[in-house]
């Protein structure tokens, strides 16, 4: 199994940005998928989290600037992030909590992609 992150890059305060992310391989169910980041010198912070029957969960420093998003039938999980600003900047991680055939559950994490903020 492997996640796929993709969409980050440099932004203007105050500008948008869409991060995605895709599951693949030997998948049997996929669980809740979310977002974290990781700014230098700081903890690794859950930022979004959705459910597989589509509830969210925000953190309260995103709420009302980033949506999350999924497709179940494309295994692929969004963020929108809107009205960026300065530290919003970090590494952003996607993450599934993943069933493979043969029933064993792992969490399954992306490999990053970084957000920058600056004008």
């Known amino acids: 199994v492997q996640l796929q992150a993709s969409g980050g890059g440099l932004v203007h305060p105050g500008g948008s940005l869409r991060l995605s992310c895709a599951a693949s391989?030997?998948?049997?169910?996929?669980?809740?998928m979310g977002w974290f980041r990781q700014a230098p010198g700081k903890q690794r912070e859950l930022v979004a989290r959705?459910?597989?029957?589509?509830?969210?969960f925000y953190a309260n420093s995103v709420k009302g600037r980033f949506t999350i998003s999924r497709d179940n039938a494309k295994n692929t999980v969004f963020l929108q992030m809107d009205s960026l600003k300065p530290e919003d900047a970090a590494v952003y991680y996607c993450?599934?909590?993943?069933?493979?055939?043969?029933?064993?559950?792992?969490?399954?994490w992306g490999q990053g992609t970084q957000v920058t903020v600056s004008s």
């Open positions: 391989g030997n998948i049997r169910t996929i669980y809740d």
């Open positions: 959705i459910t597989p029957s589509y509830s969210p």
């Open positions: 993450n599934a909590g993943i069933i493979v055939p043969g029933g064993t559950f792992s969490t399954y």
